[in-house]
């Protein structure tokens, strides 16, 4: 068969094609429609994947027939190749016996919890793969955007490895896996980088009350500085990323600074000066060690 040919004879059978690429997607259940059950229902269903979810509430159910969500019925239980349970992590256990009887007896057990450990599996009846699936992504509502982001997985089968990796591409999200031994320290650092990070906006909108500026007015001057930040990050690394006194060796300002914040502001600036004196390794050894002391 010519090429042309053989482009005109699979054009023709593009729906029968495409039908057969869709059937070979896994066919996932999400249990509960939250902020990050209905995100990762909106962005498998716009990637072609055959997804139902399980909502709890009347309004859960709702908010699922207004963004045209279908609902999961009990052959979708039965079928599914992955239930993702996206409830909150104490409610695993308790989502899990509601739903497991429903399950096909091959059908893998997925959490989105980046603090949970596989073992939270542990009392499931049948012999199934577990995963876990954490998009490391501030989610506040169901329609937002999981493109771009990191997703860390952990899986307990190869084949479930390969189906959470495909899902991940599918949403547009950078796969990172993370060893179960190391699980909870690597939910420390994502936290430290965004809850953790709004909470030191909150020190730094603070520090801008003490000089006498309204709280609102200061966090609006803050938040570009602090996008500016990140992008030199970005952009340039950690390193060469940082800016301010330390890095400059400028010891007079950092001491002003100590002297004009009160002790719990003192304590989470000295803390987070000394870190930044490590990423500084070209400061004259006098001005490390002048700066050592006062950050001690
Ligand atoms: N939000 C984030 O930024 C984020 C990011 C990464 C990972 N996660 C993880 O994703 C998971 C879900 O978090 P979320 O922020 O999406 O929570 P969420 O918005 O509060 O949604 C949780 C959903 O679970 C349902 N639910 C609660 N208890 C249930 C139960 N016993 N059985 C069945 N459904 C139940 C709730 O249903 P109703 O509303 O219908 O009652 C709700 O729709 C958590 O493990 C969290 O750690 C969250």
New binding site residues.
């Given amino acids: 068969m010519s090429a042309t040919r053989r482009k005109a004879s699979r054009k023709s059978a593009s729906p029968k094609w495409r039908r057969r690429e869709r059937d070979a997607r896994p066919r996932i259940v999400l ?9 990762l229902a909106l962005g498998l269903q716009a990637a072609g994947w055959p997804v139902s979810v ?8 709702r908010r699922a027939a207004t963004l045209r969500v279908p609902l999961a019925d009990h052959d979708a239980l039965r079928a599914a190749d992955v239930c993702v ?5 104490g ?2 256990p ?2 899990l016996e ?2 497991e009887e429903d399950l096909g007896p091959s059908t893998a057990l997925v ?6 450990p596989l073992s939270v599996f542990k009392d499931a009846k049948a012999k199934r793969p577990f995963g876990s699936f ?7 509502d ?1 329609r937002d955007d999981l493109s771009g982001h990191a997703v860390a997985l952990a899986s307990t089968d190869k084949a479930l490895g390969a189906t959470l990796w495909k899902m991940a591409l599918a949403l547009r999200l950078e796969p990172l896996e993370v060893p179960e031994t190391g699980r909870a320290a690597y939910h420390a650092g994502a936290v430290l980088s ?1 809850g953790l990070l709004v909470a030191l906006a909150d020190a730094a909108v603070s520090a801008l009350e003490e000089a006498g500026l309204e709280r609102d007015a200061a966090l609006k001057a803050l938040l570009p500085l602090m996008r500016s930040a990140l992008r030199g990050v970005e952009s340039r690394g950690l390193e060469r990323g940082l800016t301010g006194p330390v890095v400059r060796g400028d010891v007079g300002v950092v001491q002003a600074h100590l002297e004009a914040l009160p002790p719990e502001l003192g304590a989470v600036y000295r803390l987070l000066s000394r870190r930044a004196l490590k990423l500084a390794p070209t400061l004259p050894p006098e001005t490390r060690a002048a700066l050592e002391r006062l950050l001690m």
């Avoid at 399980?54 to 159910?61: E, G, Q």
């Fill in positions: 249990v509960g429609f939250g902020r990050v059950g209905g995100a399980l909502p709890r509430s009347a309004d859960s159910v349970l996206a409830v909150p992590d409610a695993v308790r989502a509601l739903i959490h989105c919890s980046g603090a949970l954490h998009p490391l992504a501030a989610v506040s169901a965004a």
